[in-house]
């Protein structure tokens, strides 16, 4: 019996339901045509946060101004070893594009506030770079001695390799006066001065005969050179070029020259950096000769320099 009715319970719940008039009616869903398709608003980007520069501390910032030197160093090295003057050039350039590569990186830097307004005085020290090689590499671009003559290329090297030092020197020490205290840029890449070739230093010694062509007579000529300067004293009948003897006096120095013949003039050229192969100076050069000819019968004494009381006349001439 308890069964049953659980069963009736069941079809009674199932079957029961109010007849359909009876339900209220569902609502009505309308749907609006339209002819252009709905564009979705874009929902916009948070913004970004605007990025941060850190100004470098004191030490970080010294540290970077060591570290762009040391990167210098070796192009450094690399011109002053160079050879040749083509293998100075192509060091040249290497080293002028790191140096240009060494600003742009300083000008990346955010500088604590102290070194603020050095550090933009630092950087135009190493925009003027450039302009401080073009002047100090004038002087080895040029061909010719002071005197005319051609200029050896050793000469050339030795003065191209010293106007980059002096514009390393430079660069530094505008760079050490913006900055102030406790910046010792330059220290490790400014190279030794450089030892001048023999060329620019040489010397005849005192005495030493220079040339001597044909006979030998018995004149002589006790020659004093008070000047600054060496001299070279030509004995020649007629024209420098063609001389008898020629003799080389240094300054503050004292020579006799023998073995003088004939009539002769004197001829004398005074100057710097003797060059023994050519026979000539290659700086600083004069030329003159004595208007008076000499009688080679007599010993004769002359004075290099203006003295009171001298009784000989003197003319510039053409070099020789």
């Not at 020649?236 to 023998?258: C, E, F, G, M």
Request: hydrophobic content about 35%; proline content about 8%.
């Amino acid at each position: 019996m308890m069964a049953i009715a659980v069963g009736t319970a069941l079809v009674v719940a199932g079957c029961s339901s109010e007849p359909e008039s009876d339900k209220p009616p569902a609502p009505a869903t309308v749907t609006t045509p339209t002819d252009q398709p709905t564009t979705p608003t874009p929902t916009p980007e948070p913004p970004s946060a605007m990025p941060t520069t850190t100004s470098l501390s004191p030490v970080g910032y010294k540290k970077a101004i060591a570290n762009s030197e040391t990167n210098l160093v070796r192009g450094v090295q690399r011109v002053m070893n160079a050879p040749t003057l083509a293998a100075f050039d192509q060091a040249r350039a290497q080293l002028e594009d790191a140096i240009r590569n060494q600003r742009q990186a300083l000008g990346d830097l955010e500088p604590p506030a102290s070194a603020s307004s050095g550090h933009s005085q630092a950087l135009i020290a190493f925009d003027r770079y450039a302009a401080s090689v073009t002047a100090n590499l004038a002087t080895s671009g040029e061909t010719k001695t002071g005197c005319g003559l051609p200029k050896a290329p050793a000469v050339r090297l030795y003065q191209a390799k010293t106007g980059i030092r002096t514009s390393i020197i430079e660069l530094s020490k505008e760079v050490n006066r913006s900055l102030g205290k406790g910046i010792n840029y330059g220290l490790r890449m400014t190279p030794p001065a450089l030892t001048p070739p023999p060329q620019m230093t040489g010397r005849g010694s005192n005495g030493q005969i220079i040339q001597r062509a044909g006979s030998r007579g018995s004149g002589s000529l006790q020659i004093t050179n008070n000047g600054s300067v060496d001299v070279v004293v030509v004995v020649a009948t007629s024209v420098p070029r063609q001389p008898q003897a020629s003799i080389y006096v240094r300054h503050d120095s004292k020579t006799n020259l023998r073995g003088i013949r004939g009539s002769y003039y004197v001829f004398f050229k005074s100057g710097s950096a003797w060059d023994g192969v050519s026979r000539q100076f290659t700086e600083g050069c004069s030329f003159s000769k004595y208007d008076d000819r000499f009688d080679g019968k007599y010993d004769w004494t002359i004075t290099l320099s203006p003295v009171i009381g001298g009784n000989a006349s003197t003319s510039k001439v053409d070099p020789f």
